[in-house]
């Protein structure tokens, strides 16, 4: 498995390299927005969304909700709503301290689970053109932010696989332990340290950097779990099949929304 698993993601990252560092923001706009929609598919049914009709037209709806942000973007709509999604990672650490909440397959449960999809999906949009769209090293930021990402996810694994004994969330995600989370933390500063240094970012700017690095990797904890409570939720094991040894496209962007929101937020905050 860990052999598929890297084959598929050597043939992915640089076409994901390529798309960021390559295309204009208007590009990477929607086609970032196709990913995301695919992903919403997921998010539907996991939540126990069954019926075809009433899962197109959510994603109807979403991409509405993408229209407008773009429509307001530049605005001041734009952080507040990066903001939001901040909030949104706060409240699921809450959540994930209740394996129970929302499990039972009730028409109310649904609604609040593809209600909490648009609080998982539009600020994540919303952060990732932000950051992509900024200045002359957007694109680069954009890749920075990804690395952190990716960086802490290899960092858990190895971490886990060799230290890991106390395990970080056993009803959720047996998987994980400390050790892994300690692995991502360190995998995280060290790109952000390479990054920041490679975009000229130095004194107490790098240390502010290192600390969002942090928070980042929090987040994307975060976000792992909430799919895997998700899943277990819907007793399945990935959110679909779409790549060999990784699941569905929720599977690999879980991190990466709940990460997004928090580095763009912290971005601005520090001026960079």
Known sequence: MLLQRTLTALLLAPLVIALILLTPTWLFAPIVVIAFLAAMWEWTR??????????????VL?????????????SAWWPLVIGIGVAWWIVVGQWLRHFAFAAAPTRENCLMKLGAGLLVIVPAWVAV?????????????????LF?????????????RQFGRRKLAPTISPGKTWAGVYGAFVAGAL??????????????KLVG????????????????????????????????????????????????????????????????
């Open 129 to 145: 053109v932000s950051i992509h769209g900024t200045g002359e090293h957007g694109h680069w930021w954009t890749l920075l932010a």
């Open 191 to 204: 790109v952000t340290v390479v990054g920041g240094l490679m975009l000229g970012v130095t004194g107490g």
């Open 148 to 160: 952190i990402v990716w960086a802490a996810d290899i960092g858990a694994y190895f971490s886990g």
């Open 46 to 59: 996991l939540s126990g969304l069954k019926e075809t009709a009433p899962r197109v037209g959510l994603l």
């Open 62 to 74: 979403t991409a509405i909700v993408f229209a407008l942000c773009w429509y307001a973007r530049g």
């Open 209 to 272: 950097l290192l600390v969002l690095s942090v928070l980042t990797v929090v987040a994307s904890i975060v976000g792992d779990l909430l799919e895997s409570l998700m899943k277990r939720h819907a007793a399945v094991k990935d959110s679909g099949n779409l790549f060999p040894g990784h699941g569905g496209l929720l599977d690999r962007l879980d991190s990466v929304f709940a990460a997004l929101p928090v580095f763009a937020a912290g971005k601005l905050l520090l001026g960079l």
